[in-house]
């Protein structure tokens, strides 16, 4: 195992620094925080992270939750994360107080829980379902159900889920079975079955209470015709004795990574005594579901970006430790008489290394961006304001899901390749990272459906008014950064990114305004990755800039190796990664459309 898996100084650096978190304690809604209590609040989570996170991350890949006799059976660690992440507000944190929350900034929250993703990424998934299930029935269900469930839910007593997911329905959700019966006493009777349910069942919570989607007897076909309920697995008697609620686990899924965090296949009602009960009104299922959505997709980057980082920090040690070879000499040869060097002085070593970190700090930039949106779009006024940052937030969201586990494979894939064969070896981390993050890129809706939501729906809406508020804040970035002479080459750089990117959607828009929507989105998935480039280039500029502003104003927050290193890492960025918008643009707009054809003409 390596020593370290988070770094904590960048992490505090995009808090602070770059994105301000000072700034929202000015706000009526955070104002009874500051900077003293939430750093004790992330010392103590990091604390936590390094005694009961991190040294059980190998064993619970070794030691997998198991199916057995019709129970799902978890690592011990399952119940120190539920009871401590209660006591510490891992769960609860961001409610408001009268919620019983601690009202803290989500991106205060969402840095705590990247510190724990990065420890340990097989346990934070129990307590972070648990607030998002907890979340809606807050926002959606009747006090009934708030009074029932809510609190036991907080402390990490009971777990929770979200159940959307059925055999016969994947992403496609307006093809769900699950019937509810309505009944004379108030309850429904749920049927059905649901799959790939993340912390669906194990033995350390006293109950599991699901948000189940399902389809009330006679209400329409396809999406409008969804209702959400509240399932617990065990339900609540008057005498507060639980019974069983005829809530069944069929399967424990055996999985390539994330093998310690149970996905299980669950069924509902096989006994004809299985009680729910309606969350908000009927037929609007799907909506409550999607309006949490964004905070789960942001879940999803948050996790994949902690992977890449605790990758980088594997990779990073073994590199400054590891002897291999010598390096070259201006005439090209190698003495053999010479000592070894560490692979490290490699420059192809350094430019992977290189790649993780841009890859790994980048991503968790994008991820706190949108948590800071999230708080702004709580905490303004303004109705204009309020309307801006929820458009904000709504245009990067699918890149906050996406750019982090698609190129944080990348990065944990070259981060393997730092160790050589020892990477490829389960006495190594690296493999286990590499298993691990595979699966995030799926996760709350796969990076198709991210791609075509962006291009789709995102870039379109309001008549393009959430892509035109992104691209002023990234020409904010371009003119502050331009001030500095040593930054003004990348920051035209990343101008004439902006100008790409209108000429591509120039281009694609041609076939939008003549309805062949097919086409218009056959390419979404490169059009992900292209904007994905140019957003994240945004994001390390805005770090160069405000370590470049640090060094001039002889900031000693961090050292000025630290500072330098931002910028040095910014041109890499641009360099290595900002220039594929290149050949990715070229694709796009290429006059060939290859994937329009069927299968029987050329996929023999």
Known sequence: MAKEYVD?????????????????????RYEGHDRPSMDMFLDAIKDFADRDLFPYFKEMDDVPAVFDKGEVRVHEQVAVMMKKGGEMGVICGPLDYDEGGLQIPFMVHT????ILDAANNHLPGYATLTLGAAELIVHFANQHLKDTYVPN??????????????????????????????????????????????????????????????????????????????????RLETDGSLVGNDVKTLADFEKMGQRGFATTHLGFGDSDDCQGWLVGEANQG?????????????????????????????????????SQGRKLSETGKKDPGEDQCLII??????????????????????????????????????????????????????????????????????????????????????????????????????????????????????????????????????????????????????????????EVLVYLKTFANKENYERYLSDANLFMEFLSYVVIGWNWLEMAYVAKQALDNKDTAYSEAFYESKIHTMKFYFKYELTKTNALAETIMHKEVLTQVTEKEFLV
């Open 8 to 28: 904590i100084n960048t992490l505090k650096f995009l808090l602070y620094q770059v994105h301000e978190l000072d700034g929202l304690f000015g706000f009526e």
């Open 111 to 114: 840095a705590a829980t990247y």
């Open 153 to 234: 839910m907080l402390l990490g007593a009971w777990g929770g889920t979200m159940c959307l997911t059925e055999p016969q329905a994947g992403s496609s959700l307006s093809d769900i079975t699950t019937k509810a019966t309505p009944t004379d006493e108030g309850y429904y009777k749920i049927s059905g079955q649901k799959i790939f349910i993340s912390g669906g069942d194990y033995q350390y919570v006293e109950n599991i209470v699901h948000l189940v989607l399902a389809r009330i007897d006679g209400a329409s076909e396809g999406t409008k015709g969804i209702s959400l309920f509240v399932v617990p697995k065990n």
């Open 286 to 322: 799907l909506k409550y579901m999607f309006l949490m959505m964004n905070d789960a997709r942001i879940g999803v980057g948050r996790g994949a970006a902690a992977i890449a980082m605790a990758a980088y920090q594997a990779s990073l040690q073994y590199a400054k430790e590891r």
């Open 345 to 502: 002085e490699h420059p192809d070593v350094r430019r992977m290394l290189f790649l993780q970190k841009a890859i790994a700090e980048g991503a968790l930039s994008l991820i706190l961006l949108a948590a800071k949106y999230h708080d702004l779009q709580r905490s303004v006024t303004d109705h204009s304001e309020k309307e801006k940052y929820q458009l904000l937030l709504e245009i990067i969201t699918p890149m906050v899901k996406t750019y982090p586990a698609e190129a944080g494979a990348l990065a944990v894939s070259n981060g393997l390749q730092v160790l050589g064969g020892y990477g490829f070896c389960s006495d190594f981390i690296l493999q286990q990272y590499y298993r691990d993050i595979r699966i995030f890129s799926i996760y709350e809706g796969t990076t198709g459906i991210q791609a075509q939501d962006l291009l789709g729906r995102k870039v379109l809406m309001h008549n393009g008014k959430a892509l035109q508020l992104l691209i002023e804040e990234i020409g904010t970035t371009i003119a502050v950064a331009s001030d500095y002479q040593d930054l003004q080459e990348w920051a035209n750089t990343l101008k004439g990114k902006l100008t790409l990117v209108h």
